[in-house]
């Protein structure tokens, strides 16, 4: 089997061109990316909430530079459950998905940055009025990123418990 190795963890050629045809769409995450460096950057975010009130307590891992497919809207049986139920989801997910792939639940970074890149490409954001979990967590509760309205639409916050109105997006990342 062959890599491709023009860039740091990237899908091998046979992956990626399953994943697409299984309709995954693809995007590279930056090295070093967070929330603050998105915002930096000029990420939509609406208002400064999450960074004056949650980000001083939050540890982000910067992320890695790497390949990641993705597919608009919601794992199936995720949208509600609490981040426990969605955590063992993508666990499951992970058991079918290709060779050469994984699931994982992703940095709030991760979901920010395709969240918008794809608007930026689509002109249309892949989930709108809901939130997906992510890995990140804050002593209020684990962080969800969601997208509501046009103008400024990505919200990040913690979400303590019940899980309504929050789905997990589904992320494969290449397998090392």
Not at 92 to 117: C, M, N
């Amino acid at each position: 089997m062959s890599e491709d190795t023009s860039r740091p963890l990237a899908f091998s050629l046979e992956v990626e061109a399953r994943l697409r045809q299984d309709g995954w769409l693809f995007t590279d995450i930056p090295a070093g990316l967070t929330l603050g460096v998105l915002r930096g950057l000029g990420a939509p975010f609406r208002g400064e909430r999450y960074f004056r009130e949650f980000a001083p307590e939050v540890f982000e891992t910067p992320t890695v530079a790497c390949e990641v497919a993705y597919q608009p809207g919601f794992l199936p049986g995720s949208l509600n459950a609490r981040h426990v139920g969605a955590v063992e989801l993508v666990e499951e997910f992970d058991r079918i998905v290709p060779a050469g792939s994984r699931a994982i639940l992703a940095s709030a970074a991760t979901y920010v940055h395709i969240l918008w890149q794809h608007a930026q490409r689509t002109g249309d954001f892949p989930i709108l009025g809901y939130y997906t979990w992510t890995s990140d967590v804050s002593p209020a509760g684990h962080l969800v990123v969601g997208v509501f309205g046009r103008e400024h639409p990505i919200i990040v916050a913690p979400h303590a418990a019940s899980g309504a109105g929050v789905g997990v997006m589904p992320l494969l990342f290449p397998k090392v």
